[in-house]
């Protein structure tokens, strides 16, 4: 064989060898895309399923989808303290019941100014001092005037706003503890949610700083944030009080002014 033909030779088998070695590389891409796939639909949630994200407590997910945190505990056999983990699949309807689509809230990962960052799993604190039948002596949240009443036939946020300035004085409409304090739940801003006690739940949207974390107990008239205008377009405090999950008219509950 000439040196020519031996250059050639080689040429081709080191050309084959590359070409086997790409191969061998494109079949390594393609099955890390599947599997990375594969991960994705295995955390992709059903319908009347919702896939816990970091941030989410078993009470942010309940209020977003207007259920009581009792029940939607009860349905996926979580005891309290009702830790919950990212990854898990928390079922939004009864097991004894054939799955109803739920739409699934939107949500964002940021961890806002002025909130404590919350750790991958959602561990509540201790109960809360006061009892199912206490007595709840309701105050006003915030000092300014009531930009919008209560609407229960509107889709969305049921509850009043409360106008003020940058800074303004967020309470404590009750004493109760934090179960959730982040921005989380978009159409908020940076929210606070309180347990009363295990019917009433009270929330306090738009806040420009969260003063209180997850597991704090609070006093009624306590300062737990202040107001602003994060998630909206004006200054305002949104406030809600929930009954067993469901929204109900604050006005009803607060005393006359």
Same mark, same amino acid.
């Given at each position: 064989?000439?040196?020519?033909?031996?250059?050639?030779?080689?040429?081709?088998?080191?050309?084959?060898?590359?070409?086997?070695?790409?191969?061998?590389?494109?079949?390594?891409?393609?099955?890390?895309?599947?599997?990375?796939?594969?991960?994705?639909?295995? +955390? =992709?949630?059903?319908? %009347?399923?919702?896939?816990? &994200?970091? @941030?989410?407590?078993?009470?942010?997910?309940?209020?977003? #989808?207007?259920?009581?945190?009792?029940?939607?505990?009860?349905?996926?056999?979580?005891?309290?303290?009702?830790?919950?983990?990212?990854?898990?699949?928390?079922?939004?309807?009864?097991?004894?019941?054939?799955?109803?689509?739920?739409?699934?809230?939107?949500?964002?990962?940021?961890?806002?100014?002025?909130?404590?960052?919350?750790?991958?799993?959602?561990?509540?604190?201790?109960?809360?001092?006061?009892?199912?039948?206490?007595?709840?002596?309701?105050?006003?949240?915030?000092?300014?005037?009531? +930009? =919008?009443?209560?609407? %229960?036939?509107?889709?969305? &946020?049921? @509850?009043?706003?409360?106008?003020?300035?940058?800074?303004? #004085?967020?309470?404590?409409?009750?004493?109760?503890?934090?179960?959730?304090?982040?921005?989380?739940?978009?159409?908020?801003?940076?929210?606070?949610?309180?347990?009363?006690?295990?019917?009433?739940?009270?929330?306090?949207?738009?806040?420009?700083?969260?003063?209180?974390?997850?597991?704090?107990?609070?006093?009624?008239?306590?300062?737990?944030?202040?107001?602003?205008?994060?998630?909206?377009?004006?200054?305002?405090?949104?406030?809600?009080?929930?009954?067993?999950?469901?929204?109900?008219?604050? +006005? =009803?509950?607060?005393?006359?002014?």
């Amino acid at each position: 064989m000439g040196y020519a033909e031996l250059m050639r030779s080689r040429r081709g088998q080191f050309a084959l060898i590359v070409a086997l070695w790409l191969a061998a590389l494109t079949g390594c891409s393609t099955s890390s895309v599947h599997t990375s796939a594969d991960d994705d639909r295995s +955390l =992709r949630a059903s319908p %009347g399923v919702h896939v816990v &994200k970091r @941030g989410d407590t078993l009470f942010s997910i309940a209020w977003q #989808q207007g259920l009581d945190y009792q029940t939607v505990a009860v349905w996926n056999g979580i005891r309290p303290p009702y830790t919950i983990y990212p990854g898990q699949k928390i079922r939004l309807y009864s097991p004894n019941r054939t799955a109803r689509p739920v739409s699934p809230p939107t949500t964002s990962t940021r961890t806002p100014h002025g909130a404590a960052s919350v750790p991958n799993a959602a561990p509540a604190k201790p109960a809360p001092t006061l009892s199912a039948d206490s007595p709840i002596h309701w105050q006003w949240p915030a000092s300014g005037p009531i +930009l =919008r009443t209560f609407d %229960g036939d509107t889709s969305g &946020k049921k @509850g009043i706003s409360i106008g003020g300035t940058h800074g303004n #004085q967020v309470r404590a409409a009750a004493a109760g503890r934090v179960v959730y304090a982040g921005s989380g739940l978009v159409g908020y801003g940076r929210l606070i949610i309180l347990k009363h006690n295990d019917t009433y739940l009270s929330a306090y949207g738009h806040n420009r700083d969260l003063l209180v974390q997850e597991g704090d107990e609070v006093r009624t008239g306590q300062v737990i944030a202040a107001m602003g205008s994060s998630g909206t377009n004006r200054i305002q405090l949104h406030f809600e009080i929930r009954r067993n999950g469901k929204p109900v008219d604050p +006005l =009803r509950y607060l005393p006359r002014r």
